[in-house]
């Protein structure tokens, strides 16, 4: 890549982040579904998750407690609103994924990392922590007032590091939340982080990695 960006900007959960909402969910309710069942309502969860943040900003406790209550409504299960706390309040006790920090480590040397995460300012700090590398700046869906895959989530980033889309590059595992509004928004030098969440579609142009030791390559690094 003969582009050198000015930051290098990546989403956090599921990217960097190995964000287990599935294993929360399966904790939970195992014992009361079938496997084809429980991978159904894992699939349920996840799409509701992204249809609460397409809206009015709200705290992330309301986007779990929300999408966990019409998930266990569409599967027939009896919804515990404390079952979504707790949940909710494991997010800020996980770690990265096991390839992340060697290779944040060796690009944050050359460029500043750039966190853009759908996270309140209480979780994310513990997250940010478990790197492994330094992240320049953080930035909040709450700060924001909008989740990813909302541009204005994007454009509050662009107004505080004072740049444009042609001068970051966003490294994301997700086409839903990141890729496609990056890619509407202009951003021409993109990562995806392939984790397995979603399927290719490369018509949204990007550099596809299996995971983040491969980055510094990717900069010449």
């Given at each position: 890549?003969?582009?050198?960006?000015?930051?290098?900007?990546?989403?956090?959960?599921?990217?960097?982040?190995?964000?287990?909402?599935?294993?929360?969910?399966?904790?939970?309710?195992?014992?009361?579904?079938?496997?084809?069942?429980?991978?159904?309502?894992?699939?349920?969860?996840?799409?509701?998750?992204?249809?609460?943040?397409?809206?009015?900003?709200?705290?992330?406790?309301?986007?779990?407690?929300?999408?966990?209550?019409?998930?266990?409504?569409?599967?027939?299960?009896?919804?515990?609103?404390?079952?979504?706390?707790?949940?909710?309040?494991?997010?800020?006790?996980?770690?990265?994924?096991?390839?992340?920090?060697?290779?944040?480590?060796?690009?944050?040397?050359?460029?500043?990392?750039?966190?853009?995460?759908?996270?309140?300012?209480?979780?994310?700090?513990?997250?940010?922590?478990?790197?492994?590398?330094?992240?320049?700046?953080?930035?909040?869906?709450?700060?924001?007032?909008?989740?990813?895959?909302?541009?204005?989530?994007?454009?509050?980033?662009?107004?505080?590091?004072?740049?444009?889309?042609?001068?970051?590059?966003?490294?994301?595992?997700?086409?839903?939340?990141?890729?496609?509004?990056?890619?509407?928004?202009?951003?021409?030098?993109?990562?995806?982080?392939?984790?397995?969440?979603?399927?290719?579609?490369?018509?949204?142009?990007y550099t596809e990695i299996p995971d983040?030791?491969?980055?510094?390559?990717?900069?010449?690094?």
């Amino acid at each position: 890549m003969a582009f050198r960006p000015k930051f290098i900007t990546f989403d956090c959960h599921g990217t960097m982040i190995f964000f287990d909402m599935a294993g929360a969910a399966r904790d939970h309710y195992a014992d009361k579904l079938g496997a084809e069942q429980m991978d159904a309502f894992i699939r349920d969860f996840s799409a509701y998750r992204l249809d609460e943040v397409l809206g009015a900003w709200k705290p992330y406790a309301d986007v779990v407690h929300n999408s966990l209550e019409r998930t266990c409504k569409r599967n027939g299960i009896a919804f515990d609103p404390a079952i979504a706390e707790d949940i909710y309040n494991r997010v800020p006790t996980w770690g990265p994924h096991p390839d992340v920090p060697a290779g944040l480590a060796k690009v944050a040397k050359e460029f500043p990392l750039v966190a853009l995460t759908n996270s309140m300012n209480s979780q994310i700090p513990h997250n940010i922590a478990r790197l492994g590398a330094p992240i320049t700046h953080v930035y909040t869906a709450e700060d924001a007032q909008a989740y990813k895959p909302q541009m204005r989530a994007f454009e509050y980033m662009f107004d505080m590091l004072g740049c444009g889309p042609e001068d970051v590059l966003h490294v994301s595992s997700s086409m839903r939340y990141d890729l496609m509004t990056a890619h509407d928004l202009g951003i021409k030098n993109k990562v995806w982080v392939n984790r397995g969440h979603e399927p290719a579609n490369p018509y949204y142009g990007y550099t596809e990695i299996p995971d983040v030791t491969a980055l510094p390559a990717i900069l010449g690094l």
